[in-house]
């Protein structure tokens, strides 16, 4: 009945235990963005970004800063050191940021601050659409904005009105859901009211378009409230604005001259799109995209549920309107999930099995149907007490911790029935054989402890991931002990008690004699024992084997995943428009020569409020495409990047889509990246020094420099001394220029709950017709063009101008790998001619990698020492838990000869998966040796325990063993990026396991036995 009792309160507990992607941690990352019109890449770094990098680089805490420049955004990223609490260094930078301000012109948009969270990631991104709406856009690049087409502007209204939609309906009915945090959207048109002056009738009533603008303003009246008081009652009396909409502008009344007109009279009103820096393309037709954000504490379970309810819902209620989801992140938990209820399938079912095989016995192997269920129960309310969320590293960690629960259950069942075949009685041989191997299962759970704790305390966000891995391992352990100790014995005496003739096994299990293993382990162990040298020669050559694979397996942060979607940057690196970086792409996916199941495009600047590569400009784009298998998508890479070559000065960069890994654990594509970094302030001679220490490098053999983005810049200089000659105000000529670029803002109304900015601008698109054609007049009413009072040159400089704590740099990609990184990077630095301009230093995955690895083996060398002194306590010798720590390095070379023959990697899942195979094989390693102790104290001799206690534990091992490594099979099969990810682990679990099992049984008896025949000597 308390087991009962038990699995209820852990079946209610696991109904509020939160279902998450990845555990809820803070990520030690705080985005800065910097916002600022009209400012190119250099002038926003020396007067915003720079500034600004040199005050937030005295934060507390602070691991690493840099910046990235472009028109008009800029971006400063700040990583801290693992452990600092972010809150309080989210306060220091806007405390930083506001002290700068005061340092920076009084027109600049305070930077807005972003702390980033991993419940920040989006679940899914929804793209939403109005069917077969394909316009083609012009490609005028001379045009200064993207001014639309009759067709194409019949299609933006019908835009706007589905962004003006969603933005007010369908956002809200996705953040009505309680499991949604935030919808964050992006592709939205917003409208524009435009007062257009009809030159010919203002020239005619002798208007000009500063008139205009103040007859607009003087319209613009807003007297707020009064308070009225009647007797003995007060009222609020609101007045409303005169102007509201495009029809009350158009109505305005103004006096020229002795004549009252209209507004509409001497100007066009027109309500149009705003001026597009950025649009969304999904499978051909313009969208909008939403990036689904969850509620930290929600069940992701529930979220998936709600959301493609309500997404049905939506399809039935706007039939109009397509929506289609993308880049889904919950298919890795559903994978995880699916694996942890295969792993309960396939281990219980081996479990059945083997136990039915090896005992001959039908009912002793269901004892692991009750509690395989009962274990993961409790497992679950553990982390419902200790506030642990159901995700996919604490999934991992229950996966884990199922081949450790079958194990406990295993060994008891066995050691119970070994003393009923010995001839005591039922009740007597439960109590002994659960009392024999308490202490060594005890001493096994606190070795998988001293394995796994370890793991919590690695630096960075792969510590606290790894939190609820160990917690989950560590619970597991803890529960299994218990199951087995209590309901294993009482379970197996009800069973057997009930046993009647009718019930025994039937005889073809009595007639499985044929498999002798029994027999061919003495016979084997016998010749070993006279020819002990084998098995000594043996180890030694498995361990310089595993010393050549180690040497030769590639080191990387995750394991290569066979990639079936793709994100594809690409900078066209020419002043384009929006509409023209439309055309190109949609060309070049008109031309692959596979079809692409899905395709999403995000070009030039994005509306997210948490994306750190939002700032991005018209001539750039962001395509996330997917092909049915990885061989197609292959053959689209190739093309896209034919395709983009044929565009002199294009860039493209291929990376992997965005999962919940690599946003967690963001790793450099190349392998060694070399940053150019500027020592001192060049100049105007700037571009052409970096450009002839660029073209040095790119000769050398190592180094694959790209070419440089430089941005041409159209300057527009102002003759200061014809503006004197001819009484022409600057003030009035800058606003002439912003009339004619269409950015003189005069006001804004809010309509509908949406603020559309009102617009004094003109029907000229290029700078030549504006410089040629615009006139301004003089302080003495006379008129001249503006061509005679501006000079229209061209400069280039850096399109995005990258900097750190150091200053500013420009990155390239170097050819190198782990073993000759070091002759490549002595070798780049050589070659390096301005030696007084410059400085190279190095980047890049070899690094990370090379650290991550030193950081896990100074984490299993602690893991070693902590066993070591839990053996010593158990075994009360200082000797004795050498031989069993002796087994570890032999099994680390079976896994790395192993990842040899499965073309796997040493990586962070097979890392796992050495720490989990060493706390899981020595524990049939200190069973036989306690076994072994336990006999020679009862007076056996030290040759007749060793064998006997080898007979004994001889089913144990092999069952245990056999189910951990045949769960692990199916991933080494199974598709997909899950079974993937989690393939390295069981290929490193599996090869250890399987070469562990022979050293406990063959190797560490022989070192047993030379051990205590010395000692005696």
């Known amino acids: 009945m308390t087991l009962v009792a038990l699995m209820l309160i852990g079946l209610v507990g696991t109904y509020f235990i939160p279902v998450s992607l990845m555990p809820d941690v803070s990520i030690p990352v705080i985005t800065v963005q910097v916002t600022q019109e009209n400012m190119s890449p250099r002038e926003l770094d020396n007067t915003i970004t720079g500034p600004l990098r040199r005050s937030l680089g005295q934060v507390t805490h602070l691991e690493d800063l840099s910046s990235e420049t472009r028109n008009e955004t800029s971006t400063i990223r700040l990583s801290f050191a693992y452990g600092t609490n972010i ?99 992006t592709g939205l048109v917003y409208p524009e009211i435009i007062v257009r002056p009809l030159a010919d009738k203002m020239q005619a009533l002798q208007l000009t378009s500063e008139h205009l603008e103040q007859v607009i303003r003087d319209n613009q009246i807003d007297l707020g409230e009064l308070l009225i008081h009647e007797g003995q009652y007060q009222y609020n009396v609101r007045f409303n604005s005169t102007l509201t909409s495009r029809e009350s502008i158009e109505n305005i009344y103004f006096q020229a001259g002795d004549r009252i007109l209209q507004l509409k009279d001497v100007a066009r009103v027109i309500e149009a799109p705003q001026a597009r820096r950025g649009l969304v393309l999904s499978d051909g037709n313009e969208a909008l995209t939403m990036a689904i954000i969850k509620q930290g504490d929600a069940r992701m379970n529930d979220l998936e549920g709600k959301l493609h309810d309500l997404i049905h819902q939506f399809e039935t209620d706007y039939p109009h309107i397509r929506f289609t989801i993308t880049r889904d992140q919950t298919e890795l938990l559903d994978y995880s999930i699916s694996n942890l209820q295969q792993d309960l399938v396939w281990g219980s079912i081996l479990a059945l099995l083997l136990m039915t095989l090896f005992l001959r016995d039908i009912k002793s192997p269901l004892l692991i149907a009750i509690t395989m269920p009962a274990s993961l129960i409790l497992t679950l309310a553990v982390f419902w007490l200790l506030g642990i969320s159901v995700n996919i590293i604490s999934l991992s960690g229950l996966v884990l911790g199922i081949g450790m629960m079958i194990d406990n259950s295993i060994i008891v069942i066995d050691n119970i029935a070994q003393y009923s075949a010995r001839g005591y009685s039922l009740l007597q041989a439960c109590i002994r054989g659960s009392e024999e191997v308490f202490l060594p299962m005890l001493s096994s759970v606190f070795t998988t402890c001293a394995v796994f704790i370890p793991l919590i305390f690695m630096s960075g966000i792969s510590g606290a991931l790894f939190y609820d891995e160990a917690i989950a391992v560590i619970a597991g352990a803890f529960v299994s002990l218990a199951l087995s100790m209590t309901i294993i014995p009482v379970y197996y005496k009800i069973i057997q008690q009930r046993t009647s003739p009718s019930t025994m096994p039937p005889a073809w299990l009595h007639n499985l004699r044929g498999l002798k293993y029994e027999k061919l382990y003495q016979n084997s162990f016998h010749y070993l024992l006279r020819h002990q040298c084998y098995a000594f020669i043996a180890a030694i050559l498995i361990l310089v084997a595993g010393a050549w694979a180690y040497v030769g397996l590639p080191k990387s942060k995750l394991p290569p995943l066979t990639e079936t979607e793709e994100i594809v940057s690409i900078d066209w690196n020419q002043h384009i428009t929006v509409a023209e970086n439309r055309r190109r792409v949609l060309s070049i996916i008109q031309s692959l020569p596979v079809p692409l199941t899905q395709y999403t495009g995000l070009l030039g600047e994005q509306q997210f409020l948490l994306a750190a590569g939002a700032a991005k400009q018209s001539s750039e784009a962001v395509l996330y495409i997917r092909t049915e298998n990885a061989d197609d998508l292959l053959k689209a890479e190739s093309q896209i990047i034919r395709n983009v070559g044929q565009y002199p000065g294009a860039i493209v960069h291929l990376s992997p889509a965005e999962n919940i890994f690599n946003m967690l654990f963001p790793d450099n594509t190349a392998p060694l990246v070399a940053n150019l970094r500027i020592k001192q302030n060049l100049g105007p001679g700037y571009a052409e020094s970096l450009s002839i220490e660029v073209n040095n490098l790119q000769s050398h053999a190592a180094a694959t420099v790209a070419e440089i983005p430089w941005q041409e810049y159209r300057v527009l200089r102002i003759d200061p001394l014809k503006l004197k000659m001819y009484d022409i105000d600057l003030e009035i000529l800058y606003e002439k220029l912003k009339v004619a670029f269409n950015e003189k803002r005069v006001f804004q109304i809010t309509e509908n709950q949406q603020f559309i900015p009102v617009t ?244 560490i008896p022989l070192c047993y036995y030379q051990l205590q025949k010395r000692g005696k000597s």
Do not use: C, W
């Not at 490609?139 to 933005?167: C, H, Q, R, Y």
């Not at 010593?872 to 002796?886: D, H, K, N, R």
């Not at 189910?963 to 989690?982: I, K, N």
């Open 87 to 185: 809150d309080l260094a989210f306060i220091e930078v806007n405390e930083k940021i506001d002290r700068a301000m005061s340092m920076f012109p009084r027109n600049i948009v305070r930077p807005r601050v972003i702390k980033a969270n991993a419940s920040d990631i989006p679940v899914f991104y929804l793209n939403v659409t109005l069917p077969d709406r394909r316009p083609t856009a012009p490609a005028d690049s001379t045009s200064i904005s993207d001014s639309p087409g009759v067709g194409e502007a019949n299609v933006l209204a019908e835009f706007m009105k589905l962004s003006s939609f969603a933005d007010q309906v369908i956002r809200r009915r996705l953040e009505q859901l309680p499991e949604v945090a935030l919808v964050d959207m």
């Open 760 to 1003: 004094l601008g003109g029907d000229l698109h290029t700078i030549h017709d504006i410089l040629e054609q615009t006139q301004v007049t003089n302080m003495h009413g006379k008129a001249y063009y503006i061509r005679d009072f501006v000079l229209e040159t061209k400069e280039i400089d850096l399109k995005t101008i990258a900097a750190g704590q150091s200053g500013e740099y420009f990155s390239f990609i170097v050819d190198a790998t782990a073993e000759n990184a070091d002759s490549v990077m002595h070798a780049l630095r050589r070659s390096l001619k301005q030696k007084q301009l410059f400085q190279l230093d190095f980047t890049g995955s070899i690094f990370t990698s090379q650290a991550l690895i030193r950081e896990l083996t100074a984490i299993l060398t602690v893991s070693l020492l902590i066993l070591y002194f839990i053996l010593a306590a158990q075994f009360e010798s200082l000797l004795l838990p050498l031989i069993v720590l002796l087994e570890i390095p032999i099994d680390i070379a079976g896994v790395f000869i192993s990842l040899k023959l499965f073309n796997s990697g040493i990586n962070l899942m097979s890392m796992i998966g050495i720490v989990v195979m060493g706390g899981i094989i020595i524990n049939d390693s200190i069973l036989k040796i306690d076994t072994i102790n336990e006999l020679r104290k009862s007076g056996v001799s030290l040759l007749r325990a060793i064998v006997l206690g080898g007979h004994r534990r001889l089913k144990s091992i092999l069952m245990t063993s056999l189910t951990t490594v045949l769960a692990m099979v199916p991933l080494l099969f199974t598709p997909g990026m899950g079974a993937e990810l989690q393939r390295p682990l069981a290929v490193a679990l599996g090869g250890g396991m399987l070469l562990g099992t022979a050293v406990s049984l063959y190797l």
